[in-house]
C-alpha cells in the first residue's frame, strides 16, 4: 500500500530535495508526499518492506522497534554506531544515516549473527516479539569492536521489555559475549564460524551494511505537501531557517524522543538541528565545562564519567544520574536541549537535566534568530519566552573542594521510568569537619509541582549553619515540611508520598555527607540499593535414553524469532487494495450515545469508511451465548456506553496512521452521562450493594456448627484483602487481516488464542457459512489469556468493512487503545474471618470473595479462585462464598494463571495474617495446616529450604534488620499445590512426505511463546524415531484443527502433544506391517515402501479429556529474600529459589523459561503495576510504557535459582510430564510477603510494635515507603 501511494521503495541515487539514507546497504530516499510525522519504523516496515522490525508501545518504552544507525558526527567528522528506536526517528531526519536492521546483521541465507545465536542458544525467546529489538540493542553495543563488560550489558536492556521470558537467559545470552565472562558464560558461547557466513563482496563477514553515497548534498530542504523540513548543518542556517518560520507553528528537532513523552501537534515546519556542530560540540576549558545543547544524553553522560579534575570532579555524579534517565537507545538520540524544553513547555515534567544541572548552577547561552546571545540560570530560562531562539550552549563551572554535590531519582521501577521525585543537593562548606555552610547552599526538587523548583526556605535558613548540628536539622525538616506541597494529579504518586519522599532524600544526603558523624544504625540510610550483577541457576534432571524427549534444547523457532525471520500477524506482507482500520473508543464509562459524526474523518484524504453497530446488520457480538457467554458485548455499542474505552465505530484509511489520526476526528455527543458518574472500584460497590452484585457460589455453614467453632478457637481474626487488577501487557498488541476471498470466503489472521471463536464470530457478523472463514495463526506475541475472546471483537469488525469494502482490512491496536479497549486481571477482594487454635492451625473459616468483573460476567475465573483457596492446606473447615461485582470498567477477562492466583493469594494472606496475629512464625503457621493427603510438599518445603540454606540466611536477615534502622530485609516462603484437570478439544495432524521422509504437524494449539511447537517437535521426533530437524510444525488453521478449544489454562502443550503423539502411534501402527517385512530398512526406505502401497501417511487425532490422562497436582515452593530502603520504598529483590515438580520435563529449557517468565511477570503484578482511573469520567489513565510498569531487566531476582523435583515422573500426565505454563505465577506472592517481612521490622523500628501490617498489592514505591513509617521525627544522625 506503502509503495503505492508514495512511490517504489527501490534504491536509487538521487536525493535532490529528498532525504537518502541506506538500510542494510540499499539507498532508499524518502521526499514529497510521504506525512511528515512518518516514523523510521513505519519506513523500514511499510516501504522498504522488512519486518523484523518490531513496534508496540511506539513511544521509546519497550525497544521492539530498536535499530542500528551510523551516522557522522557534526564535530567530529567520524561515523559512530548507535541503537535508536525506530518509533521515534522521522525517516526526514534519517538524511545521510546508515541504518541497520535485524535483517541486516544476519539471515538464514547469509548466516545468524553471533547475538541473533546467541540469544537463540540461550533460550532467550518465548514468543519471540522483543527479540530483534534484544539482538539489535546487543548489536549495538558490541558494535565498532567495543567490548562491554557484564555490568554494562547487564545495565544496558532497561529499554527493552520482555513479558514472558523474565530476562534472565536473555542477560545470560549477552553477558556470555562480554570481555570479563565467566568461564562457564564462555564455554557456552555459540561458535561465530558456525553460524556467521562471510560477505561476497569483501571477504571479511559480512556487517550487513554498505556504505552511503559520498556525494550526497549536505542540507535538505523538503516539502512534504502538509509540511515543510529543512536539515540545517550551521548556526547560520538554523537562524535563517527561524527567520523564515515567522509565525508558523515549527520544531527544532533533534533526536525527536521528547515525541514519546509529549506528543506534538499542529507542527508546519520542522528544522533538523543535529547537524549543527556548536549545537554538539563539548569543550572543557580550566574553570569551564560548556555543552553544546544538542549534544546527546550518552555523549554528556560518557564525558561527564571521564573528567578526573577535581574542580569538576562533581560531574561524575551527572553521569550517573543520566544513566538513570530513559534507556539506551533514548540516551543516544535524545539531547540536554531537548530534555529542557520538554521542561519548558511543561513544567510539570520531573525533567532529570533540569533537576541535577539547576542543582549545580549550570547557565544556558540562549541565542535568538538574529545571532543575540542571552546567558541565563535554568529557574529564568523555564520562564523565557523561547519563540525563535535555541538553547545553543549549557555552561558548568568549577567548585571548589569543599563543594559536596549529590542527586537522587526514585522510580517505580530500576530503569526506563520516570522520577516520583528526583532531587539535587549542593552546598559549599567552610571545611569537611564542622560542615559550616557557607553562602546559600541548592536544594531542588523535581515531581513537586510545576512551579516548585528550589526549597528556597531551608536554602536561607541553612546558610551558615554547621549543617550535621542536631539543631539545625530538626529545623530544616521543619522548613521543609512547610514549604513542600505537591499537587496531584492522576496518575502520578499521592501528595502524602512524594513530600515526605523529598524530605527523606534530603536526609539521605545529610546521612551520606560524613558517615562518620552517623550512628551505625542510621547509616544505612546514607546509601542507595546497590543491585549486585544478577545470576541465575537451573537444576534439572534429564534422561538421555529418551532424547530428543526430555532434551533441553533451545527452541524450534528461536532462530528465526532471533533474526525477524519469524512472521507475526502484522508482519504479513500486504495486498494490493488493503486498507487499515482504527477502532472509536468511548472517552466516558456511562451515558447513552446520542449521535456520532464522522464528517470530518471521512473528509480527510485517504479515509475510505466508517462503520459502527447500524453496519452490524447480521451479528454484533463477540460472546456468543452458544461458548457459554452469559452476557452478549458488543463489537460496537449501539447505544447505552458500559465504560470508557469500548469501541464505538471503526475508521477504515489507506494507512494505520491516517486511520489512527482519522479515528481521533470523529465526534460523538452522549447523552445522560454527567447524571451517572461511573462506578470504577468494588468498594463503591460494596458501600452500596444493589444489583451490581451477583452471587456465584455459597457453601453453607450453619449458625450452630459456626457458634461451637468460635467457642473452640484461641483466636478469632477478622480481615479482608484486596488484589488489583493487572494488564496482560504483550509486545504484540492485538492484530487482525481479513482478506476477501474467491466464493465469498474470508482468509483471518488473528492475534487469536481460540480460532474457533473467531470463525463462528466473522461467519456471524458477515452471514456466511462458518466453513467459508479461514482462520490461521502462526504465532502469538504473547497472549497471556489477554487474546482468548478478546481478539475477536477485532476480527468481526474488521470482516464487516471487509466485506462491505471488497478490500483486505488490516487493524493493529495502538497500545494506549488496547489497553482501554480490552479488560484486565480481574481485581478481587476477601473478607474473612478465621479461627485458629494457640499452634495457627485452622479451626474455621469462613471467606466470602467479590470479583471485579467488569461491567459484564464474561470470562470469569471464579471456580478456580475457589479451588485454589485451599492450596496445599487442609481445606475441610473452609467455606467460601463468592459473587461477581459489575463496575464500568472494560469486561476483565483471564490472565496468565487467572483465579488461581487469586486465590492462593487469598489463603496465604491469611496465612501470613495469622502468623502476624498470633506472632508465630508464618511458616510454622503453614506447616500447621498442611493437609495429610498423599502429597510431597513437606518434604518439597524441607528441600527447598535445605538448598538455600533458608535458616542461616533468615538469622542473618534478622541480625542485618537489628543492626540497620532505614534499609531492611525480609524473607518468605510460600508453597504451592496447583490441582490441573484437562478440557475440551485438542486436534492435530501428522503428515509424512514419501519424497523424503520428513514430517510436518499442525494442532489445534497456539503457539504464543510457551513452547508447545517445540514440545510437539520433541515428541514426534521420539516416537516416529526421526531426526527433530526433520520435523516441521505448521500454522494452526481452521481446516486441519476444526473446532479446537481455546488455548490457555497451561494444558495446550501436553494436550497437543498428545494429539500428536497418537498421531505417530497411528501412523506406526499402518507402518508396522512393511518394518516387519523390512527389519532393516532406513526411515525413507519404509516410507517410500508405504507409499507404494498407498498406505496413508496422513493421521489426525484428536485428545479430550476421555484419553489416559488423570487430573495431577502440581506442586512448588517458592523463597523470596528482598531488600528494601526504608527512606524511598525502593526494593531489590536479592535471591529467589524456586522448587517445582514438573514431572518429567518434555523440554526442561522451554519449561525452565515458562517458570521463570511466569514468576517474574507476578512479581510486576504484586510490586509494580498498578492501573488507575479518572474517577469522573472512569477513563484508564496509565496505558503507556510511560506509566504502567512491568518489571524490567534489572528488577528481576539478583539471584534466581529454579530446581525441577528430581525423579518426579507424572504418572497421570502426558509422556509423564506436568504443566509449567501458569503455576508459578502463583508462587509469586512470596515476593510481597517478603518485602512485607522487611517492613515488619522498620514498623517495629518507628512505631514499637510489630503488630501485623498488610502490605496492600501492588507494593509500589510509594506503598512500600508509606508502610515503612518513615517519618522526618526520626530523622537523626
Ligand atoms: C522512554 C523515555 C523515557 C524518558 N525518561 C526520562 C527520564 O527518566 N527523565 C528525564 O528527565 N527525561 C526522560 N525522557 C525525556 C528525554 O530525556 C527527552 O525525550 C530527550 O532528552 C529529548 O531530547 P531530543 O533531542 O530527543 O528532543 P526533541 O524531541 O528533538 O525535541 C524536543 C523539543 O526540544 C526543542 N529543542 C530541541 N533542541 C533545541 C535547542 N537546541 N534549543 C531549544 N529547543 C530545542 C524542540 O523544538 C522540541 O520542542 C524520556 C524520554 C523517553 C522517550
Ligand atoms: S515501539 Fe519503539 S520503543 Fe516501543
Ligand atoms: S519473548 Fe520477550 S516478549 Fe515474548
Same mark, same amino acid.
Given at each position: 500500500?506503502?509503495?503505492?501511494?508514495?512511490?517504489?521503495?527501490?534504491?536509487?541515487?538521487?536525493?535532490?530535495?529528498?532525504?537518502?539514507?541506506?538500510?542494510?546497504?540499499?539507498?532508499?530516499?524518502?521526499?514529497?508526499?510521504?506525512?511528515?510525522?512518518?516514523?523510521?519504523?513505519?519506513?523500514?516496515?511499510?516501504?522498504?518492506?522488512?519486518?523484523?522490525?518490531?513496534?508496540?508501545?511506539?513511544?521509546?518504552?519497550?525497544?521492539?522497534?530498536?535499530?542500528?544507525?551510523?551516522?557522522?558526527?557534526?564535530?567530529?567528522?567520524?561515523?559512530?554506531?548507535?541503537?535508536?528506536?525506530?518509533?521515534?526517528?522521522?525517516?526526514?531526519?534519517?538524511?545521510?544515516?546508515?541504518?541497520?536492521?535485524?535483517?541486516?546483521?544476519?539471515?538464514?541465507?547469509?548466516?545468524?549473527?553471533?547475538?541473533?545465536?546467541?540469544?537463540?542458544?540461550?533460550?532467550?525467546?518465548?514468543?519471540?516479539?522483543?527479540?530483534?529489538?534484544?539482538?539489535?540493542?546487543?548489536?549495538?553495543?558490541?558494535?565498532?569492536?567495543?567490548?562491554?563488560?557484564?555490568?554494562?550489558?547487564?545495565?544496558?536492556?532497561?529499554?527493552?521489555?520482555?513479558?514472558?521470558?523474565?530476562?534472565?537467559?536473555?542477560?545470560?545470552?549477552?553477558?556470555?559475549?562480554?570481555?570479563?565472562?565467566?568461564?562457564?558464560?564462555?564455554?557456552?558461547?555459540?561458535?561465530?564460524?558456525?553460524?556467521?557466513?562471510?560477505?561476497?563482496?569483501?571477504?571479511?563477514?559480512?556487517?550487513?551494511?554498505?556504505?552511503?553515497?559520498?556525494?550526497?548534498?549536505?542540507?535538505?530542504?523538503?516539502?512534504?505537501?502538509?509540511?515543510?523540513?529543512?536539515?540545517?548543518?550551521?548556526?547560520?542556517?538554523?537562524?535563517?531557517?527561524?527567520?523564515?518560520?515567522?509565525?508558523?507553528?515549527?520544531?527544532?528537532?533533534?533526536?525527536?524522543?521528547?515525541?514519546?513523552?509529549?506528543?506534538?501537534?499542529?507542527?508546519?515546519?520542522?528544522?533538523?538541528?543535529?547537524?549543527?556542530?556548536?549545537?554538539?560540540?563539548?569543550?572543557?576549558?580550566?574553570? =569551564?565545562? @560548556? /555543552?553544546? &545543547? *544538542?549534544?546527546?544524553?550518552?555523549? +554528556?553522560?560518557?564525558? #561527564?564519567? %571521564?573528567?578526573?579534575?577535581?574542580?569538576?570532579?562533581?560531574?561524575?555524579?551527572?553521569?550517573?544520574?543520566?544513566?538513570?534517565?530513559?534507556?539506551?537507545?533514548?540516551?543516544? =538520540?535524545? @539531547? /540536554?536541549? &531537548? *530534555?529542557?524544553?520538554?521542561?519548558? +513547555?511543561?513544567?510539570? #515534567?520531573? %525533567?532529570?537535566?533540569?533537576?541535577?544541572?539547576?542543582?549545580?548552577?549550570?547557565?544556558?547561552?540562549?541565542?535568538?534568530?538574529?545571532?543575540?546571545?542571552?546567558?541565563?540560570?535554568?529557574?529564568?530560562?523555564?520562564?523565557?519566552?523561547?519563540?525563535?531562539?535555541?538553547?545553543?550552549?549549557?555552561?558548568?563551572?568549577?567548585?571548589?573542594?569543599?563543594?559536596?554535590?549529590?542527586?537522587?531519582?526514585?522510580?517505580?521501577?530500576?530503569?526506563?521510568?520516570?522520577?516520583?521525585?528526583?532531587?539535587?543537593?549542593?552546598?559549599?562548606?567552610?571545611?569537611?569537619?564542622?560542615?559550616?555552610?557557607?553562602?546559600?547552599?541548592?536544594?531542588?526538587?523535581?515531581?513537586?509541582?510545576?512551579?516548585?523548583?528550589?526549597?528556597?526556605?531551608?536554602?536561607?535558613?541553612?546558610?551558615?549553619?554547621?549543617?550535621?548540628?542536631?539543631?539545625?536539622?530538626?529545623?530544616?525538616?521543619?522548613?521543609?515540611?512547610?514549604?513542600?506541597?505537591?499537587?496531584?494529579?492522576?496518575?502520578?504518586?499521592?501528595?502524602?508520598?512524594?513530600?515526605?519522599?523529598?524530605?527523606?532524600?534530603?536526609?539521605?544526603?545529610?546521612?551520606?555527607?560524613?558517615?562518620?558523624?552517623?550512628?551505625?544504625?542510621?547509616?544505612?540510610?546514607?546509601?542507595?540499593?546497590?543491585?549486585?550483577?544478577?545470576?541465575?541457576?537451573?537444576?534439572?534432571?534429564?534422561?538421555?535414553?529418551?532424547?530428543?524427549?526430555?532434551?533441553?534444547?533451545?527452541?524450534?523457532?528461536?532462530?528465526?524469532?532471533?533474526?525477524?525471520?519469524?512472521?507475526?500477524?502484522?508482519?504479513?506482507?500486504?495486498?494490493?487494495?488493503?486498507?487499515?482500520?482504527?477502532?472509536?473508543?468511548?472517552?466516558?464509562?456511562?451515558?447513552?450515545?446520542?449521535?456520532?459524526?464522522?464528517?470530518?474523518?471521512?473528509?480527510?484524504?485517504?479515509?475510505?469508511?466508517?462503520?459502527?453497530?447500524?453496519?452490524?446488520?447480521?451479528?454484533?457480538?463477540?460472546?456468543?451465548?452458544?461458548?457459554?457467554?452469559?452476557?452478549?458485548?458488543?463489537?460496537?455499542?449501539?447505544?447505552?456506553?458500559?465504560?470508557?474505552?469500548?469501541?464505538?465505530?471503526?475508521?477504515?484509511?489507506?494507512?494505520?496512521?491516517?486511520?489512527?489520526?482519522?479515528?481521533?476526528?470523529?465526534?460523538?455527543?452522549?447523552?445522560?452521562?454527567?447524571?451517572?458518574?461511573?462506578?470504577?472500584?468494588?468498594?463503591?460497590?460494596?458501600?452500596?450493594?444493589?444489583?451490581?452484585?451477583?452471587?456465584?457460589?455459597?457453601?453453607?455453614?450453619?449458625?450452630?456448627?459456626?457458634?461451637?467453632?468460635?467457642?473452640?478457637?484461641?483466636?478469632?481474626?477478622?480481615?479482608?484483602?484486596?488484589?488489583?487488577?493487572?494488564?496482560?501487557?504483550?509486545?504484540?498488541?492485538?492484530?487482525?487481516?481479513?482478506?476477501?476471498?474467491?466464493?465469498?470466503?474470508?482468509?483471518?489472521?488473528?492475534?487469536?488464542?481460540?480460532?474457533?471463536?473467531?470463525?463462528?464470530?466473522?461467519?456471524?457478523?458477515?452471514?456466511?457459512?462458518?466453513?467459508?472463514?479461514?482462520?490461521?495463526?502462526?504465532?502469538?506475541?504473547?497472549?497471556?489469556?489477554?487474546?482468548?475472546?478478546?481478539?475477536?471483537?477485532?476480527?468481526?469488525?474488521?470482516?464487516?468493512?471487509?466485506?462491505?469494502?471488497?478490500?483486505?482490512?488490516?487493524?493493529?491496536?495502538?497500545?494506549?487503545?488496547?489497553?482501554?479497549?480490552?479488560?484486565?486481571?480481574?481485581?478481587?477482594?476477601?473478607?474473612?474471618?478465621?479461627?485458629?487454635?494457640?499452634?495457627?492451625?485452622?479451626?474455621?473459616?469462613?471467606?466470602?470473595?467479590?470479583?471485579?468483573?467488569?461491567?459484564?460476567?464474561?470470562?470469569?475465573?471464579?471456580?478456580?479462585?475457589?479451588?485454589?483457596?485451599?492450596?496445599?492446606?487442609?481445606?475441610?473447615?473452609?467455606?467460601?462464598?463468592?459473587?461477581?461485582?459489575?463496575?464500568?470498567?472494560?469486561?476483565?477477562?483471564?490472565?496468565?494463571?487467572?483465579?488461581?492466583?487469586?486465590?492462593?493469594?487469598?489463603?496465604?494472606?491469611?496465612?501470613?495474617?495469622?502468623?502476624?496475629?498470633?506472632?508465630?512464625?508464618?511458616?510454622?503457621?503453614?506447616?500447621?495446616?498442611?493437609?495429610?493427603?498423599?502429597?510431597?510438599?513437606?518434604?518439597?518445603?524441607?528441600?527447598?529450604?535445605?538448598?538455600?540454606?533458608?535458616?542461616?540466611?533468615?538469622?542473618?536477615?534478622?541480625?542485618?534488620?537489628?543492626?540497620?534502622?532505614?534499609?531492611?530485609?525480609?524473607?518468605?516462603?510460600?508453597?504451592?499445590?496447583?490441582?490441573?484437570?484437562?478440557?475440551?478439544?485438542?486436534?492435530?495432524?501428522?503428515?509424512?512426505?514419501?519424497?523424503?521422509?520428513?514430517?510436518?504437524?499442525?494442532?489445534?494449539?497456539?503457539?504464543?511463546?510457551?513452547?508447545?511447537?517445540?514440545?510437539?517437535?520433541?515428541?514426534?521426533?521420539?516416537?516416529?524415531?526421526?531426526?527433530?530437524?526433520?520435523?516441521?510444525?505448521?500454522?494452526?488453521?481452521?481446516?486441519?484443527?476444526?473446532?479446537?478449544?481455546?488455548?490457555?489454562?497451561?494444558?495446550?502443550?501436553?494436550?497437543?502433544?498428545?494429539?500428536?503423539?497418537?498421531?505417530?502411534?497411528?501412523?506406526?501402527?499402518?507402518?508396522?506391517?512393511?518394518?516387519?517385512?523390512?527389519?532393516?530398512?532406513?526411515?525413507?526406505?519404509?516410507?517410500?515402501?508405504?507409499?507404494?502401497?498407498?498406505?496413508?501417511?496422513?493421521?489426525?487425532?484428536?485428545?479430550?479429556?476421555?484419553?489416559?490422562?488423570?487430573?495431577?497436582?502440581?506442586?512448588?515452593?517458592?523463597?523470596?529474600?528482598?531488600?528494601?530502603?526504608?527512606?524511598?520504598?525502593?526494593?531489590?529483590?536479592?535471591?529467589?529459589?524456586?522448587?517445582?515438580?514438573?514431572?518429567?520435563?518434555?523440554?526442561?529449557?522451554?519449561?525452565?523459561?515458562?517458570?521463570?517468565?511466569?514468576?517474574?511477570?507476578?512479581?510486576?503484578?504484586?510490586?509494580?503495576?498498578?492501573?488507575?482511573?479518572?474517577?469522573?469520567?472512569?477513563?484508564?489513565?496509565?496505558?503507556?510504557?510511560?506509566?504502567?510498569?512491568?518489571?524490567?531487566?534489572?528488577?528481576?531476582?539478583?539471584?534466581?535459582?529454579?530446581?525441577?523435583?528430581?525423579?518426579?515422573?507424572?504418572?497421570?500426565?502426558?509422556?509423564?510430564?506436568?504443566?509449567?505454563?501458569?503455576?508459578?505465577?502463583?508462587?509469586?506472592?512470596?515476593?510481597?510477603?517478603?518485602?512485607?517481612?522487611?517492613?515488619?521490622?522498620?514498623?517495629?523500628?518507628?512505631?514499637?510494635?510489630?503488630?501485623?501490617?498488610?502490605?496492600?498489592?501492588?507494593?509500589?514505591?510509594?506503598?512500600?515507603?508509606?508502610?515503612?513509617?518513615?517519618?522526618?521525627?526520626?530523622?537523626?544522625?
Amino acid at each position: 500500500m506503502w509503495n503505492a501511494i508514495f512511490g517504489s521503495a527501490t534504491p536509487v541515487n538521487d536525493a535532490a530535495n529528498e532525504v537518502t539514507f541506506t538500510i542494510n546497504g540499499k539507498t532508499y530516499k524518502a521526499g514529497n508526499g510521504l506525512p511528515e510525522d512518518t516514523s523510521l519504523n513505519t519506513f523500514i516496515r511499510d516501504v522498504a518492506s522488512l519486518k523484523g522490525t518490531k513496534f508496540m508501545c511506539a513511544e521509546g518504552g519497550c525497544g521492539a522497534c530498536i535499530v542500528s544507525a551510523t551516522v557522522e558526527h557534526p564535530v567530529s567528522k567520524e561515523r559512530e554506531t548507535k541503537a535508536v528506536n525506530s518509533c521515534l526517528v522521522p525517516v526526514f531526519s534519517c538524511h545521510g544515516w546508515e541504518i541497520t536492521t535485524i535483517e541486516g546483521i544476519g539471515n538464514r541465507m547469509k548466516g545468524y549473527h553471533q547475538t541473533q545465536a546467541q540469544l537463540a542458544k540461550f533460550n532467550g525467546t518465548q514468543c519471540g516479539y522483543c527479540s530483534p529489538g534484544m539482538v539489535m540493542n546487543m548489536y549495538n553495543l558490541l558494535e565498532g569492536g567495543h567490548a562491554p563488560t557484564m555490568a554494562q550489558i547487564e545495565n544496558s536492556f532497561g529499554g527493552n521489555l520482555c513479558r514472558c521470558t523474565g530476562y534472565r537467559p536473555i542477560l545470560d545470552a549477552f553477558k556470555a559475549l562480554a570481555s570479563d565472562a565467566t568461564p562457564e558464560l564462555k564455554a557456552s558461547c555459540v561458535d561465530i564460524e558456525e553460524v556467521y557466513k562471510i560477505c561476497k563482496k569483501t571477504g571479511e563477514r559480512c556487517s550487513g551494511k554498505c556504505s552511503i553515497p559520498a556525494d550526497l548534498p549536505k542540507s535538505v530542504a523538503l516539502s512534504t505537501g502538509g509540511a515543510n523540513w529543512r536539515k540545517v548543518n550551521s548556526l547560520a542556517e538554523l537562524r535563517d531557517a527561524l527567520v523564515n518560520v515567522g509565525e508558523t507553528p515549527y520544531k527544532l528537532v533533534a533526536g525527536n524522543t521528547a515525541e514519546g513523552v509529549y506528543k506534538s501537534e499542529g507542527i508546519k515546519e520542522y528544522i533538523d538541528v543535529k547537524g549543527v556542530p556548536e549545537l554538539r560540540s563539548i569543550d572543557k576549558k580550566p574553570g =569551564a565545562i @560548556t /555543552l553544546g &545543547g *544538542n549534544v546527546t544524553l550518552t555523549e +554528556a553522560m560518557n564525558f #561527564f564519567a %571521564s573528567v578526573s579534575e577535581n574542580e569538576f570532579k562533581y560531574v561524575n555524579q551527572l553521569a550517573t544520574h543520566i544513566d538513570w534517565i530513559a534507556n539506551v537507545p533514548v540516551r543516544n =538520540a535524545g @539531547t /540536554l536541549a &531537548g *530534555n529542557l524544553s520538554i521542561k519548558h +513547555a511543561h513544567h510539570e #515534567f520531573p %525533567s532529570d537535566i533540569f533537576t541535577t544541572f539547576e542543582t549545580v548552577g549550570a547557565k544556558l547561552n540562549i541565542m535568538d534568530a538574529v545571532g543575540d546571545v542571552k546567558t541565563v540560570t535554568l529557574a529564568d530560562y523555564l520562564v523565557l519566552d523561547m519563540n525563535r531562539k535555541f538553547i545553543l550552549s549549557i555552561e558548568l563551572s568549577k567548585k571548589g573542594e569543599n563543594h559536596r554535590f549529590r542527586s537522587f531519582k526514585i522510580t517505580p521501577r530500576a530503569q526506563n521510568a520516570h522520577a516520583y521525585v528526583n532531587a539535587g543537593f549542593c552546598f559549599e562548606f567552610e571545611d569537611t569537619k564542622a560542615w559550616k555552610v557557607v553562602g546559600q547552599p541548592r536544594i531542588v526538587f523535581g515531581g513537586i509541582a510545576p512551579s516548585f523548583t528550589h526549597a528556597s526556605n531551608i536554602e536561607s535558613y541553612l546558610t551558615g549553619k554547621n549543617l550535621l548540628d542536631s539543631a539545625a536539622i530538626s529545623g530544616a525538616f521543619a522548613e521543609l515540611g512547610r514549604q513542600l506541597n505537591p499537587d496531584r494529579v492522576l496518575p502520578d504518586a499521592t501528595a502524602e508520598y512524594r513530600k515526605n519522599l523529598a524530605q527523606a532524600l534530603f536526609y539521605k544526603f545529610l546521612l551520606g555527607l560524613d558517615p562518620s558523624k552517623v550512628s551505625d544504625s542510621q547509616k544505612s540510610g546514607g546509601t542507595n540499593l546497590e543491585r549486585p550483577l544478577s545470576t541465575g541457576k537451573q537444576d534439572f534432571d534429564t534422561d538421555k535414553s529418551l532424547y530428543p524427549l526430555n532434551e533441553p534444547i533451545p527452541k524450534i523457532e528461536a532462530l528465526a524469532q532471533c533474526s525477524g525471520e519469524a512472521e507475526f500477524v502484522n508482519d504479513i506482507p500486504s495486498v494490493p487494495g488493503e486498507v487499515h482500520a482504527a477502532f472509536v473508543l468511548s472517552t466516558q464509562a456511562t451515558g447513552t450515545i446520542a449521535n456520532i459524526d464522522p464528517t470530518e474523518a471521512l473528509a480527510m484524504p485517504g479515509v475510505v469508511g466508517f462503520f459502527k453497530h447500524t453496519d452490524m446488520v447480521h451479528y454484533n457480538t463477540f460472546t456468543p451465548p452458544d461458548f457459554g457467554y452469559a452476557d452478549q458485548e458488543e463489537i460496537f455499542c449501539s447505544g447505552n456506553v458500559k465504560y470508557a474505552g469500548q469501541a464505538l465505530g471503526l475508521v477504515v484509511a489507506e494507512t494505520r496512521e491516517l486511520a489512527l489520526k482519522a479515528a481521533d476526528k470523529v465526534k460523538v455527543e452522549y447523552k445522560n452521562s454527567t447524571i451517572t458518574k461511573p462506578v470504577i472500584s468494588m468498594s463503591e460497590v460494596l458501600q452500596n450493594a444493589g444489583s451490581r452484585i451477583h452471587p456465584d457460589d455459597k457453601e453453607e455453614e450453619n449458625e450452630d456448627e459456626t457458634a461451637s467453632h468460635r467457642t473452640k478457637a484461641a483466636k478469632i481474626i477478622k480481615g479482608d484483602f484486596e488484589i488489583p487488577k493487572q494488564y496482560h501487557l504483550t509486545m504484540e498488541n492485538q492484530s487482525c487481516l481479513v482478506l476477501p476471498k474467491e466464493d465469498d470466503s474470508f482468509d483471518v489472521f488473528s492475534t487469536t488464542q481460540w480460532i474457533d471463536l473467531g470463525q463462528a464470530v466473522v461467519a456471524r457478523c458477515l452471514d456466511i457459512k462458518a466453513s467459508k472463514v479461514n482462520m490461521s495463526v502462526r504465532r502469538l506475541g504473547g497472549g497471556y489469556g489477554a487474546k482468548i475472546t478478546r481478539p475477536s471483537q477485532l476480527a468481526g469488525a474488521c470482516a464487516v468493512a471487509s466485506q462491505k469494502l471488497n478490500r483486505a482490512v488490516r487493524m493493529v491496536m495502538p497500545m494506549t487503545a488496547n489497553m482501554e479497549l480490552a479488560g484486565k486481571r480481574f481485581g478481587l477482594r476477601n473478607e474473612y474471618e478465621v479461627g485458629v487454635d494457640e499452634k495457627g492451625k485452622i479451626e474455621y473459616l469462613q471467606a466470602k470473595f467479590f470479583q471485579d468483573s467488569g461491567c459484564n460476567l464474561n470470562d470469569s475465573p471464579l471456580r478456580s479462585t475457589r479451588e485454589h483457596f485451599n492450596n496445599c492446606y487442609d481445606s475441610t473447615k473452609f467455606k467460601v462464598e463468592s459473587q461477581q461485582i459489575r463496575t464500568d470498567t472494560a469486561s476483565n477477562t483471564w490472565c496468565r494463571a487467572p483465579g488461581t492466583t487469586e486465590g492462593v493469594a487469598f489463603i496465604e494472606e491469611i496465612m501470613e495474617r495469622i502468623a502476624g496475629e498470633t506472632k508465630l512464625d508464618p511458616l510454622a503457621v503453614r506447616l500447621a495446616n498442611l493437609h495429610n493427603n498423599d502429597n510431597p510438599i513437606a518434604e518439597m518445603i524441607a528441600e527447598l529450604k535445605r538448598i538455600s540454606d533458608f535458616d542461616a540466611r533468615r538469622a542473618k536477615v534478622n541480625e542485618f534488620n537489628a543492626a540497620n534502622r532505614w534499609k531492611k530485609r525480609g524473607m518468605s516462603l510460600v508453597p504451592m499445590q496447583y490441582p490441573f484437570d484437562f478440557w475440551g478439544n485438542h486436534p492435530a495432524i501428522v503428515s509424512i512426505y514419501q519424497s523424503d521422509g520428513s514430517v510436518a504437524i499442525s494442532h489445534g494449539g497456539i503457539e504464543m511463546g510457551q513452547g508447545m511447537n517445540t514440545k510437539v517437535a520433541q515428541v514426534a521426533a521420539h516416537i516416529l524415531g526421526v531426526p527433530l530437524d526433520s520435523i516441521s510444525v505448521k500454522p494452526s488453521n481452521t481446516l486441519t484443527s476444526a473446532n479446537a478449544i481455546v488455548t490457555g489454562g497451561s494444558l495446550g502443550s501436553e494436550a497437543v502433544s498428545y494429539a500428536t503423539m497418537q498421531c505417530c502411534k497411528e501412523l506406526l501402527k499402518r507402518l508396522q506391517p512393511i518394518k516387519d517385512k523390512m527389519p532393516n530398512a532406513s526411515w525413507l526406505e519404509l516410507i517410500k515402501n508405504a507409499h507404494g502401497k498407498q498406505i496413508d501417511l496422513v493421521a489426525t487425532y484428536m485428545f479430550t479429556p476421555k484419553d489416559n490422562v488423570k487430573r495431577y497436582n502440581i506442586w512448588g515452593a517458592a523463597i523470596a529474600e528482598v531488600e528494601v530502603d526504608i527512606l524511598t520504598g525502593e526494593k531489590q529483590i536479592l535471591r529467589v529459589d524456586l522448587l517445582e515438580d514438573a514431572g518429567q520435563s518434555m523440554s526442561p529449557m522451554v519449561d525452565i523459561g515458562q517458570i521463570e517468565g511466569a514468576f517474574v511477570m507476578g512479581m510486576g503484578y504484586w510490586l509494580t503495576e498498578e492501573l488507575i482511573h479518572d474517577p469522573t469520567t472512569g477513563r484508564l489513565l496509565n496505558t503507556r510504557t510511560w506509566n504502567y510498569k512491568v518489571p524490567g531487566a534489572k528488577d528481576i531476582p539478583a539471584d534466581f535459582r529454579v530446581t525441577f523435583r528430581k525423579n518426579a515422573k507424572n504418572p497421570d500426565g502426558v509422556l509423564q510430564s506436568k504443566a509449567t505454563g501458569e503455576p508459578p505465577l502463583n508462587l509469586s506472592i512470596v515476593v510481597l510477603f517478603a518485602v512485607s517481612d522487611a517492613l515488619r521490622s522498620a514498623r517495629k523500628d518507628a512505631a514499637g510494635d510489630d503488630k501485623y501490617h498488610q502490605l496492600k498489592p501492588p507494593a509500589t514505591a510509594e506503598h512500600i515507603f508509606l508502610a515503612g513509617l518513615a517519618d522526618p521525627k526520626d530523622f537523626k544522625l
